[in-house]
């Protein structure tokens, strides 16, 4: 989706809420569109303070949590909880839905889509006389770099991380 009709149409979703595309939530939403990688609210506060543009250097935190929570509400990113206690977002407009894959011992996230899972929600949710308007789907185990640590930990009796 264009760049241009995407922040349009975040502009008329705070308009619902009465509120204005503030300089400030305008490059919060520039620089969460600006990447492709997932991020906390931390990250991308840092990223503002970082960053060339000088509406980022005195954006407060707390207007970039708000922010973040305003885009999700408004569907234009999702979040993602780890159990690692921060929140992991992307955007979501312009990308095919896919579900993620967390490691629980490095905190790596995988991508993937798969249309029998997809299937089978929809069946599921049909079968249920429920109408899915949406899912997020977290698988939790071991990456392929980390099962051979997990491996070497148990057989010395150590405890898992998790």
Do not use: P
């Not at 490691?103 to 069946?123: H, W, Y």
């Amino acid at each position: 989706m264009e760049h241009e009709l995407i922040r349009a149409r975040f502009e008329a979703f705070l308009k619902t809420k009465s509120l204005k595309l503030t300089s400030q939530r305008e490059a919060i939403f520039e620089r969460a569109f600006a990447t492709h990688e997932h991020f906390t609210a931390e990250t991308l506060h840092r990223w503002m303070c970082d960053g060339d543009d000088s509406r980022g250097k005195t954006v407060s935190r707390a207007t970039v949590y708000r922010t973040l929570g305003l885009l999700e509400d408004a569907g234009f990113i999702g979040s993602l909880d780890t159990g690692r206690g921060e929140l992991l977002y992307e955007h979501l407009l312009g990308h095919e839905h896919h579900d993620h894959l967390v490691c629980i011992e490095c905190g790596k996230i995988d991508e993937f889509r798969n249309d029998m899972i997809e299937d089978l929600q929809e069946k599921v949710a049909l079968d249920h006389g429920f109408e899915l308007v949406r899912h997020s789907l977290r698988l939790e185990g071991h990456c392929k770099d980390c099962i051979k640590v997990v491996k070497q930990r148990k057989a010395a009796g150590e405890t898992s991380r998790a």
